[in-house]
């Protein structure tokens, strides 16, 4: 893929302050689609050739390897996520990679399930179990949160600095990006008797256990973190200790359709997914805005002064390269999407990353342009009945983390030598795992 020159753009885009064209240097690829390997390196790497390929010949594509449906065009992948009726949630969370009996076992030791609670909840309880959700994350509680989560930037932002100024360099993504989230949920949410460092641990190996490919070693030791975290959460739930004003608090006094109360299962399922949820990806998120504004010549300085430019930059990240980068359907009838037949029961992978460079959407999609007229439209954070309720708090935190940290860390730049950092390259989660930076 070149990178034209920006000097016309199509109406209503706008043009000025576009960047360069954003991610790795694309190359062209000739490899039958059938030999796509969504887990392999040369697709974490570098998706958009793929996924143009896949908007273009294939946009609704059946993936030999996963059996998944890959659903590529923007008006596809809407049309899907707003007709809940033809297109399930109840696949969301599934184990992409098979749990062998030896997995499984680790899990039903504590009891592991993940009844519908939330994103892969169809039924009729799950309006009622999202409005518990959205009233910790609505407009006034995300505004109220802001100077708690610059305090908390600025709190990690002295130790990066300290770490600077005694030996030149420093992770971005471990010492920041990653903790400011989950710190952020904790306080937000009311979480209390765990660290941070566990929870994050405990995310990280939830994701990689159901989204990854390992091995059956690896996926052993997965499913071990897992069922720790489950069983704290079950403690937690059943203990009736914790404060009322917390999430947890909420989801006990919660009422179903029928007016029972929450059973502990699904009340651990929900917070399963929000505690997941609620950190990983915008920690994610936060690791390439940040690395994106560091690549791009002159952009680092400009995003700490210039109003609303941080805000702007969050939104090209997530269109053109969101940490949620597919999400799940699965069709309960045989149906047709853009012109192609679906069984019953084909489980269709949403490519929400490669929508956001559909150029029937979003014109020269590989340009980073933080003053697109259609900035918003993309679907990174999903549309309709399941839009993600953290989206909100999400673009926030990302945006007062990229200011706070170009103006406390003005002399910065990528650490020379490193070549291209390690990527999270699950099925539906990417970003980079680490951010090295060295003083100018
Ligand atoms: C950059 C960060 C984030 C991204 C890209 C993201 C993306 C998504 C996506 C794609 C979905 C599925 C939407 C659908 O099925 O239509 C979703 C659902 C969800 N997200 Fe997020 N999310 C992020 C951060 C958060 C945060 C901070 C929270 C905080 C609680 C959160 C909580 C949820 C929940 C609870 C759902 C399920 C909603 C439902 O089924 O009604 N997410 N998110």
Redesign the pocket.
Known sequence: MTSPALDSFAPGTGAAGCGPAAGPESTDIRAPLGLLDLFGDPFVRDPYPWLDRLRSESPVHHDPATGLWLVSRHQDVRRV?LDPERFH?DN?QHAVTPLPVAVLRVLARVGFTLPPA????GTLS?SG??RV?TR??NAQRVAAAVPVIERIADELLDGVRSQLDSTDGCDLFTSFAQVL?CRV?MEV?GIQGVEPATLIRWSDASLELFWGRPPLERQLELAELVAEFHQWLTVTVRSGTVPSSSFIGALARHRLPDGTSLDAETAVA?CF??FI???S??G??IATVLRRALDEPGRWPRVAGAAGLAEAWVEEV?RRE???TT?R?VTPQATRLGGVGLPAGAQLLLM?MGSGSDPEVFPRPERMCPNRANIRHH?????????????S???T??AVALRAAARRLPDIRPAAGTGEPPILGLLSFRAPSMVAVERA
Do not use: D, S
């Not at 939330?118 to 909840?121: C, D, F, I, K, P």
């Not at 679907?379 to 989206?391: D, E, I």
């Open positions: 996520l949630p969301a939330l994103a892969n909840n799950h179990l999202r959700v910790f994350f989230p949920l949410l929900a997914f929000v949820a609620g950190q990806t915008t994610q998120l997530l969101p940490p949620v999400w359907r929400l679907l990174a954070f999903g549309v309709g009945r399941h839009r993600c309720p953290g989206a708090l999400a673009r935190e990302a």
